[in-house]
C-alpha cells in the first residue's frame, strides 16, 4: 500500500501569483547606477511570468535597483513594419543569486503584464 503524503505546510505552499514560464529570451538591460552613469547588457531571461523574471547577467546588479528590459526584434520583423506592444519593460530587482558566474536576478515589474 502507498504511503500517504501529507498536506503541505502553510509556509510551503506556492505563493506566486503567476504562472512561470521557461524560455530563454534575449534581452538588453538598461539601469543607472548610484553615480548616474547608464549601463547596457546583453542578457538573457531565464523564466518569464505576468509579474516578473530571472534574468541571467554577467554584471552585478544592485539589489532595489530600478532596470529597463528590453527585447530585440529580429531583422524580419523591421522588414514586414511588426509593430512592438512592449518597447521597454520597466522593472525592479528583488532577488539577485550568484552561480557558476552568473548573477541570476529576480526582477519584479513595475506593471504586471496582461498575457492575453
Given amino acids: ?4 503524503r501529507h498536506a503541505l505546510p502553510k ?8 504562472a512561470r ?21 546583453f ?3 531565464l523564466n518569464e511570468s505576468g509579474g516578473g523574471a530571472l534574468l541571467a547577467i554577467r554584471r552585478s546588479l544592485p539589489l532595489r535597483s530600478q532596470v529597463s528590459l528590453e527585447i530585440p526584434l529580429p531583422p524580419l520583423a523591421k ?15 528583488v532577488r539577485i543569486t550568484f552561480s557558476n558566474g552568473w ?10 503584464l496582461l498575457l492575453s
Fill in 1 to 4: 500500500m502507498p504511503k500517504r
Fill in 11 to 18: 509556509e510551503d505552499l506556492e505563493r506566486r501569483r503567476w
Fill in 21 to 41: 514560464i521557461c524560455l530563454a529570451i534575449p534581452v538588453f538591460v538598461r539601469w543607472i547606477n548610484g553615480q548616474g552613469r547608464e549601463f547596457l547588457e
Fill in 43 to 45: 542578457c538573457t531571461l
Fill in 79 to 93: 522588414q514586414i513594419k511588426f509593430r512592438r506592444k512592449i518597447p521597454l519593460l520597466k522593472a525592479r530587482v
Fill in 103 to 112: 548573477n541570476l536576478c529576480g526582477v519584479q515589474f513595475a506593471r504586471p
